[in-house]
Every structure is written in structure tokens, then in C-alpha cells.
């Protein structure tokens, strides 16, 4: 697969562009510290796929702000379909007991790890957990998420760049975008 990979050529359509996804960032900073006012609040990365998405927007919230980060992977499903199975891969290395918590995905597909992320979390007692996603792909979901900030809500396409990915290829992409089928009909190597 490697050598087969073509960042531009694989793209079919960029569905988010660098300066649409900039501005959505500065937007969303803006509310999500006008929303905590001067209470600090701590961003809960999800990695890796929210990996450019939370370098972004901390930067764009004007509030004190701490960062943990937690890795997580569903596994038993195949590369472009959840399994719904979640396994812990880095915890938080901080307790959150307490404090305010907003949860940084890039994209909510079928809510089913952020639905185990939820109960995970909420059992670490914050005093608050809220959650922004840069995408947000309704038509796919299964169980039903409280999405507090969504960046944008995108129809059901294979989506790339900005940190979502392909057998871990085109996270650097600047943009997101939809991946041309044939890319994905034969499976990586
Ligand atoms: C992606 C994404 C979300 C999840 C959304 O992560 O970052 O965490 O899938 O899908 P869902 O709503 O159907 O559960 P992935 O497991 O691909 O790991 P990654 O972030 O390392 O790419």
C-alpha cells in the first residue's frame, strides 16, 4: 500500500477546505471559552485522528486551558468500518475528578467510541464533560451522542486528512477530503 499511496491523486473531492477548517477553529475557540468563562477547562484529545484538530483549537480558546490525552482504537472491524469494540491504548495521566471537561474528536461516526468514552469519563466523577468534534457524520449513527460543538456535519463519504486517515496514511493532509473508492475497494496490503 505504501508505495501506492498518492496524497493528491487519491483524493476525489475536498470536502473541507484549510481556510473553512481555520475558520471553524477561530468560531469554535471563541464559544467554547466564551461557554466556561474564567474557569479553566481540560481538553481530552482523542488520538490520533483528533491530533491537528486539538493543536488548533487549544491555540483559539482564550481561556486557561490544561490537555490530557487518551488513545483509543476499535479493533475487530476493518479499515473504514467501526467494530463498536474499544480498547484503551493511553489513559488520561491526570485525574479529572473535579474539573471541566471537553472531549476533542475529529469525527463521530457511529457515536459507539465515544459512547464508551463517555461512561469511561463520566465514572472519573469531572464536574462537567462536554464534547467538540470537527465532523460529524450523522447518517451513520448508532447510539445517540451529546454533541455539544460540531464543526461541520458531512453526508456519508470515506473522509481523509486532517488527522483522519486511511491505514494510518493521509493524517498531513491540510484538508479533508473523499477518498476515491477504488483506493479503499482493495484492501491495504
Ligand atoms: C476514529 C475517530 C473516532 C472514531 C469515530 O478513530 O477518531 O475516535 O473513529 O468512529 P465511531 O463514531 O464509529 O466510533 P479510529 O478508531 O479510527 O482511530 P484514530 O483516531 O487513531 O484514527
Known amino acids: 500500500m505504501t508505495a501506492a499511496i498518492n ?11 484549510e ?7 477561530a468560531d ?17 484529545s482523542v488520538l490520533k485522528g483528533s491530533l491537528p484538530f486539538m493543536a488548533d483549537l487549544m491555540r483559539a480558546i482564550p481561556i486557561p486551558v490544561r490537555i490530557d490525552l487518551m488513545e483509543v482504537s476499535s479493533y475487530g472491524g476493518t479499515s473504514t468500518e467501526s467494530s463498536g469494540l474499544v480498547r484503551i491504548l493511553k489513559d488520561l495521566s491526570a485525574s479529572i475528578e473535579g474539573e471541566d471537561v471537553l ?17 469511561y469519563l463520566r465514572g472519573k466523577k469531572p464536574r462537567s464533560l462536554r464534547i467538540c468534534t470537527l465532523l460529524d457524520k ?18 456519508d463519504q470515506f473522509v481523509v486528512g486532517y488527522g483522519l486517515d486511511y491505514g494510518e496514511f493521509y493524517r498531513n493532509l491540510r484538508f479533508v477530503g473523499v477518498l476515491r473508492p477504488e483506493v479503499y475497494s482493495s484492501p491495504p496490503e
Open 7 to 17: 496524497l493528491v491523486a487519491d483524493i476525489g473531492e475536498v470536502l473541507v477546505s
Open 19 to 25: 481556510a473553512e477548517i481555520a475558520a471553524k477553529v
Open 28 to 44: 469554535l475557540g471563541a464559544r467554547i471559552g466564551a461557554d466556561h468563562g474564567d474557569r479553566p477547562l481540560t481538553l481530552v
Open 103 to 119: 472531549i476533542v474528536e475529529d469525527i463521530i461516526d457511529t457515536g459507539l467510541t465515544l459512547n464508551y468514552l463517555l461512561r
Open 138 to 155: 450523522p447518517a451513520r449513527r448508532l447510539v445517540d451522542i451529546p454533541v455539544d460543538y460540531v464543526g461541520f456535519t458531512i453526508p
